[in-house]
C-alpha cells in the first residue's frame, strides 16, 4: 500500500496500536485534515467495534464514512 501510494497521489501514514487509547487517539488525529481517509487491516479485529464507533463519529462530522466488509 505504501509504495503504491504516490502514484495515486495519497500520503499513507501507517500507524501502529497497542491499546484502545492509542486508536483512539489515532482516529481523531486522522480525521482533522480534510480529505482523510482510514483503511484498517484484519490485525485490530479485537478493537472493530471501537474502531467503527470512533471513525463514525469523528469522521461523519468531515463529510462521509462507509464501512467496507470483505
Known sequence: MQAL???LGVEVHPINVR?????ERAIIALARPA??????SGTEALYRDLIIR?????FVTGGGFDVVRP
Open 5 to 7: 501510494a504516490p502514484s
Open 19 to 23: 491499546d484502545a487509547g492509542d486508536i
Open 54 to 58: 470512533l471513525a463514525a463519529h469523528d
Open 35 to 40: 480529505n482523510g481517509g482510514l483503511i484498517v
